[in-house]
């Protein structure tokens, strides 16, 4: 797949980021604002307060009206090993001796005072219920991933974002009204496509085909940015707002933002000249001059008979998803890169889902979640092309799993414990966003979306499967720490052995994805020896290709 110069000499007129595109861009990255707040919208909404067994005349209501510690509740409930109450065991009311499970619950209501939990029990023994709607929300942007980026290529970009906008309005909305479990989680699923896949997805991709070369990084870095602007939110709201279902009606009515976008948003040019639709393209791109005042004349006779040649000359590619698994070391660096997106999304879900569980404030503590990222993503605009892919997420996320299994071993409930746990964080938020681009660089053109595809999958089904992972705390509360790290670690030993991209031709046809980097390891690099350069590549290649999808999301 050869660069298609006639596209980039007209979307090079455009500049690489002029007043045109910012407001664009503005319209587009409200989609990742929404993404975050939806994602984690349930640690507030369902959130899971401190709670024990109701006891019989001392309790008269959902809510303790007794300090935990009182004398009262210490004759009628065990202690743990740490000196906690049980939450989940009571004595015997007719037998002292004998511990029993509680029937009935008394939550604290210290911060939480009305959620999906405490409507529905979902503690002890019923915790894999509430578990269950985050893994099918997950799901839901699973699925969305898979399919709605597919269908944004066939109808449009602006088509699937603007749909998608509309019903993440109603049903951000409306799920807050559905008292039945089952009812709700199949909503939640719902939402998960629209809310934080094809939006999000297709705002992404608008803007990678938009942006000039230079600035895909800076913009990409900062949908991660705005994506944690999101997770703020949901901290902001929560901590104004305990009446749970208005809670979510106004999680849901930030999709009012998009009202507008129907109007505003303009299709991508790329995938319009991509579909034969040259005409509107150019129509597109001489309104984006206008806009920034560039006063560049574009003669749209010529470029819609350019494209209609190309059209005619043009040969399809047949290579697909099993090409990434037919040679050596283009199947390792994809099974590589597979784990790298796994690894990242299951430590940053990880931990994002435990703020509830830190000692503290929780919506303070969800809240500096967030905010926790922003220096991430700031470092990494600046060190990203001066140290490198490899190097970069290699030590970010061996850093961010040995923070995990360090937090394990440190007493709950201490400084240094979430101190830990939020530069743990810091660290993965790092990595996960450097993975966007060292993929796009490192697979060749014609199979490069079929990659991001696979890698996007894989960071959606660890993001499912990371609410079932924190369920094994019953057994031991350091196990889903550890697991995290030991997952993170591995992967980020693992990534030495990728090849470094950096200043580096992007591979075109699957023999150049096979030959690219053979022999370039960080192990390779440290010792001075120089990686074989089996492909041949013009003498001043092209150091960016046009992007016609990509598949994205957190």
Known sequence: MAVDYVLEDLMGKLGEFGKYQFLQFFLQVLSALTAGLHMLSLVTVAAVPEHRCFIEGIDNGTFSQLPWNSSDILAAIPLKDNGEVDSCHMYDPLDNRTVVTCTQ???????????????????????????????????????????????????????????????????????????????????????????????????????????????????????????????????????????????????????????????WLDESPRWLWMQGRAAEAVDIVAKGLRINGSGIPIDKDYFVQKAKQQSAMEEKSSAGLKDLFRTPNLRMKTLNVCLCWFANSIVYYGLSLSAGKLYGNPYLILFIMGLVEFPSYLTIVFILDRLGRRSITSTLMLGGGLCCIIAAFIAQGSTTSTSVVMLGKLLIAGSFAVIYNYSAELFPTVVRNSAMGLGSMCARLSGALTPLITLLDSFDPKIPAVLFGVVAIGSGFWVMFLPETMNQPMPESIEDGENFGKGDTWFSQCAGRKPRQNSIYPEDPEQMVPLKKIESGK
Not at 105 to 130: A, E, H, P, Q
Not at 132 to 160: E, P, S
Not at 228 to 249: E, F, K
């Open 105 to 263: 619950y008394v939550y604290d209501n210290t911060y939480y005072k009305d959620s999906r939990t405490i409507d529905w029990n979902f503690v002890c023994d019923r915790r894999w219920l509430g578990a269950i709607v985050q893994t099918v929300y997950m799901l839901g942007v699973f699925t969305g991933a898979v399919t709605l980026g597919g269908l944004a290529d066939k109808v449009g970009r602006k088509t699937v974002f603007c749909w998608s906008a509309l019903l993440q309005l109603i049903v951000g909305v409306g799920v807050a009204f559905i008292p039945e479990y089952f009812s709700f989680m199949a909503a939640r699923f719902v939402l998960g496509i629209v809310g934080s896949a094809g939006a999000y997805i297709c705002g992404f991709v608008l803007t990678m085909e938009l942006v000039g070369p230079t600035k895909r990084t800076v913009c990409g870095i900062t949908f991660q940015a705005v994506f944690a602007g999101g997770i703020m939110l949901v901290a902001g709201w929560g901590a104004l707002i305990h009446n749970r279902q208005l809670l979510q009606v106004v999680y849901g009515l930030h999709g009012c933002l998009f009202l507008g976008h129907w109007w």
